[in-house]
């Protein structure tokens, strides 16, 4: 095919570069070498020429070799000496909010495509050669080649005809190349499709511009890669990639929403209603019925605390907020997540036994990014990172997986040592996560870490753990079947209930974490410290820890979050009251300790309360005294150990009874009526 005149396109380049972008191009030349693009925005190389910019879609090779040609002979000064040679990239094409990297097709090959993506793994930086420079090994001429694309290297020698020619590589110019592979956005992907992914392929100053887990807008050329030979023949059946031209950050999170003045002149009208939380509260999972507190609690954690918080010595404060969801199956956990991933508009939802801890974090993959070596894959939580991650069946994940999350649901980040390569990954995101109880239902009569199958050091970095437990209240179940059937009648009881569009409310939210920053006035902070300070001393009472600075930063990041609601910058008393009465509810539902009624946050941070602990030390001490009189004795009188047992201040009836429960659970045997041994001195076992 006849390579097009790039003439005709110089001059239209030379027009709209010298009426329109001098002042950009003067702008790249100061900081020529160091910034080495000139971004052109195509919706301004539109409106200067229509025609031309239609036929830059459809031949981008010859418009952006005339572009780059029309700025060399603009002869333009360079601070830093030199030929001034930039790249020229394009950005803003006008189809790329609806583009899907499925709907690629070969009637785009080597046109210019746009799209949105999020990033999956990238691969090192290789170098490819830009000027190839060859010798004859006979003659020793010289040959310079610029490497373009389709490039066949030249074998015989201009000056002797002698096919002799060798490159030298020390003398060849390089370009640094990387590549990378994008997917669609989750959030587009349709019901039951795995999401589409594509490879790109990114030159010089690109390189290293996307990270793992990054959503980004491309603009590039699709390219074809040369077909596979398989047992000596050729397939004509050929890959693709996107030879990349522009590549943007979108930071898809609450932030980065698009909001006009109009939707801002609404929120702020709609922010100074009285009634504003009940408003916002009732507009999140609105089909779900009652649940009010975990509906306050998922509506906080949208909003999260303030951002930007850093301790003396500049360690970050976390300011999202996890909830933990545990209770009774069938009563809508998992839909009450999906609500609160269906607001926030980057989410990722995750399931029990399909998740595993790479998939979560990070994973080691041998892949041809990078050339057979080893290359990172971001999992569902750096995936998610300035959004939300919903982990529905959170018990059923495999004890080793979920250990993964410890790093992350603390320090927000990702520390990864696989397969030689040492990394961190940003997983900045909230945690929504629920459970089942392993025996089926959940029992108030017992400790929350006998029934679930989560280790305490992870249940104790969620900030509210609510259980949803099926209450048997014949009026209550009769509002309920009646608003479930209602439904399925296609009418709607809560449409007398203020609320506000999934679209309004995800607005709203971006808004308040966008610029909404509020501090803690003295009567909020005196509040929470009068707490706190209150159940510390109430703890110190009983000889339990009722709560640990870890919950104290909850309850800031709670008021802070109800102050968000208000669009208020500061928070007030009222906001340390919301924060204090959700934490009160949780402590008397899951941190009370069953046998004392007293609160122990022991519950959840070590699995067993007080009275427990106790218990446990006293069976000890009866063992350990059973022991000595092992060491003399055939046998250990069991009237003789009760009365060892009173210097330990075990009275004489706790004595007896744990005698029976060693004896039930088979960790003493009797001897003869009245002696005991210890079963692990009994010769038959």
Not at 356 to 384: F, H, I, M, N
């Amino acid at each position: 095919m006849e390579k097009a005149d790039p003439t005709p396109v110089i001059a239209v380049f030379s027009d709209f570069f010298n009426s329109i972008y001098k002042k950009q191009i003067n702008e790249v030349a100061r900081a020529y070498p160091n910034k080495r693009s000139l971004v052109i925005d195509y919706l301004e190389f539109e409106k200067f020429d229509h025609e031309h910019a239609d036929r830059l879609v459809k031949e981008p090779d010859l418009y952006i070799e005339a572009a780059e040609e029309a700025i060399k002979q603009l002869r333009t000064a360079v601070s830093a000496g030199g030929e001034f040679i930039p790249h020229v990239r394009f950005l803003n094409f006008p189809f790329a909010d609806n583009a899907l990297i499925e709907q690629l097709g070969s009637k785009s090959i080597n046109e210019v495509v746009s799209f949105k993506g999020v990033v999956t793994k990238r691969a090192d930086i290789m170098h490819r050669v830009k000027i190839a420079v060859y010798k004859c090994q006979l003659c020793d001429s010289e040959l310079r080649v610029l490497v373009t694309k389709n490039f066949v290297p030249p074998k015989r020698c201009d000056d002797c005809k002698k096919f002799a020619l060798k490159q030298v590589e020390d003398e060849s110019k390089f370009v640094d190349i990387q590549r990378a592979e994008v997917q669609e956005l989750l959030e587009r992907v349709r019901g039951g499709t795995p999401a589409a992914k594509i490879e790109l392929w990114m030159e010089d100053d690109l390189v290293n511009l996307v990270i793992p887990g990054e959503n980004i807008e491309i603009s590039g050329i699709l390219r074809l890669k040369p077909p596979l030979k398989t047992r000596n023949k050729q397939e004509m059946i050929f890959s693709r990639y996107i030879e990349v031209i522009h590549v943007k950050s979108m930071k898809r999170d609450f932030e980065e929403i698009e909001i006009t003045e109009e939707d801002e002149r609404r929120i702020l009208e709609i922010s100074k209603d009285p009634n504003i939380d009940k408003i916002i509260i009732s507009s999140v999972a609105p089909a779900i019925y009652g649940h009010d507190e975990v509906k306050k609690a998922l509506t906080l954690q949208l909003f999260g605390g303030t951002k930007g918080k850093t301790l003396k010595g500049g360690a970050p404060i976390r300011d999202d907020i996890h909830l933990l969801l545990i209770g009774d199956p069938g009563i809508a956990k998992s839909r009450l997540v999906q609500g609160v991933v269906d607001i926030a508009p980057k989410s990722i939802y995750v399931s029990g036994k399909s998740v595993s801890g790479a998939g979560l974090t990070v994973s080691a993959e041998k892949d041809e990014l990078g050339e057979g070596g080893w290359t990172l894959k971001a999992g569902a939580l750096v995936l998610a990172s300035g959004g939300l991650a919903g982990v529905d069946e959170f018990d059923k994940i495999e004890e080793e997986d979920r250990s993964s999350m410890h790093e992350v649901m603390e320090s927000q980040k990702i520390s990864v040592a696989k397969a030689g390569i040492v990394a961190t990954f940003r997983a900045k995101c909230a945690i929504c996560a629920a459970a089942n109880p392993k025996y089926g239902r959940f029992d108030q009569n017992r400790n929350l870490a006998d029934q679930f199958d989560v280790p305490p050091t992870l249940l104790s970095r969620f900030d509210l753990i609510f259980p949803i437990i099926d209450v048997l209240d014949p009026e209550k179940d009769a509002k309920l079947a009646t608003h479930i059937l209602s439904a399925h009648m296609g009418k709607d009881l809560q449409e007398n209930e203020p609320s506000v569009p999934v679209d309004f409310l995800r607005k709203y939210i971006a808004y308040a974490r966008r610029n909404v920053h509020p501090l803690l006035t003295q009567p909020a902070m005196e509040k929470i410290k009068e707490f706190y300070v209150d159940l510390r001393n109430m703890g110190r009472d009983v000889g339990s820890v009722a709560i640990t600075p870890r919950y104290l930063e909850g309850l800031v990041r709670l008021s802070e979050a109800n102050a968000k609601i208000r669009l208020s910058q500061l928070v007030e008393e009222k906001d340390a009251d919301a924060a204090i009465d959700l934490m009160r509810y949780v402590m008397r539902q899951i941190m009370t300790d069953k046998v004392t009624g007293a609160f122990d946050v022991d519950v959840v941070a070590t699995g067993k309360p007080k009275s427990e602990r106790d218990k446990l030390q006293k069976s000890e001490t009866i063992l350990n005294i059973i022991r000595e009189h092992l060491k003399n004795e055939d046998s250990a009188d069991v009237e003789k150990v009760i009365s060892d047992a009173a210097s330990y201040d075990i009275d004489a009836q706790t004595a007896r009874r744990i005698i029976t429960e060693l004896l039930r659970k088979g960790d003493l045997y009797e001897k003869e009526h009245g002696h005991v041994k210890m079963v692990s001195d009994r010769k038959e076992y």
